[in-house]
T-cell receptor, first 113, second 114 residues
Framework: QQQVKQSPQSLIVQKGGIPIINCAYE??????FPWYQQFPGKGPALLIA?????SEKKEGRFTISFNKSAKQFSLHIMDSQPGDSATYFC????????????FGEGTQLTVNP | EPEVTQTPSHQVTQMGQEVILRCVPI?????FYWYRQILGQKVEFLVS????????KSEIFDDQFSVERPDGSNFTLKIRSTKLEDSAMYFC????????????FGPGTRLTVL
């Protein structure tokens, strides 16, 4: 029940395309859903995060859509660029678990020029 | 911009040996974490640490693991007797407060157990 399922495992788009990465969860106690971006040789870096009281959050070219009833959330990258090529992880956390982040499996995104 | 640093970047050890992985969290942060990522798998939580004691630990964090804040800047993860399956990337993270805010990750230490 603590799992977060992420898909697809890998994704290739052309520059300007809109890659979409999806995550699903079971634990309704999750109350914070961040997305992390990881470049090779680097640690994960927070990209954007959402709480379940809103259905969408946008920061620059990155948008999270959140569907509480379906227990799903997704990351959309508008006007994708080759520099967006990285591994993206969704994650979730509950108040009761305190600090623990539960990560999805990761999506390796490649944006071709 | 402040960042979490980790040393070494790569550690190779023999099975059964003890290793200590070191982290310097962001200076005004109070909460510290260790995560690990086995090659090709997801990032997994190991332990969180606050006020010189463990706040939470996962089922992975068994008796062979320990954490310490030996001084005002370092945060360490010790693995007493390494196993082959301990080979992974170990990430340190820190945050200002516990609830619902950004955890900043270091670049990781790649541990290879032979």
């Amino acid at each position: 029940q603590q799992q977060v399922k992420q898909s697809p495992q890998s994704l290739i788009v052309q520059k300007g395309g809109i890659p979409i990465i999806n995550c699903a969860y079971e634990n309704t106690a999750f109350d914070y859903f961040p997305w992390y971006q990881q470049f090779p040789g680097k640690g994960p870096a927070l990209l954007i995060a959402i709480r379940p009281d809103v259905s969408e959050k946008k920061e620059g070219r990155f948008t999270i859509s959140f569907n509480k009833s379906a227990k799903q959330f997704s990351l959309h990258i508008m006007d994708s660029q080759p520099g967006d090529s990285a591994t993206y992880f969704c994650a979730a956390r509950t108040e009761t678990s305190g600090s623990r982040l539960t990560f999805g499996e990761g999506t390796q995104l490649t944006v071709n020029p | 911009e402040p960042e979490v640093t980790q040393t070494p970047s790569h550690q190779v050890t023999q099975m059964g040996q003890e290793v200590i992985l070191r982290c310097v969290p962001i200076s005004n942060h109070l909460y510290f974490y260790w995560y690990r990522q086995i090659l090709g798998q997801k990032v997994e939580f190991l332990v969180s640490f606050y006020n010189n004691e463990i706040s939470e630990k996962s089922e992975i964090f068994d008796d062979q693991f320990s954490v310490e804040r030996p001084d005002g800047s370092n945060f360490t993860l010790k693995i007493r007797s390494t196993k082959l399956e301990d080979s992974a990337m170990y990430f340190c993270a820190s945050s200002e407060v516990l609830a619902g805010v950004t955890q900043y990750f270091g670049p990781g230490t790649r541990l290879t157990v032979l």
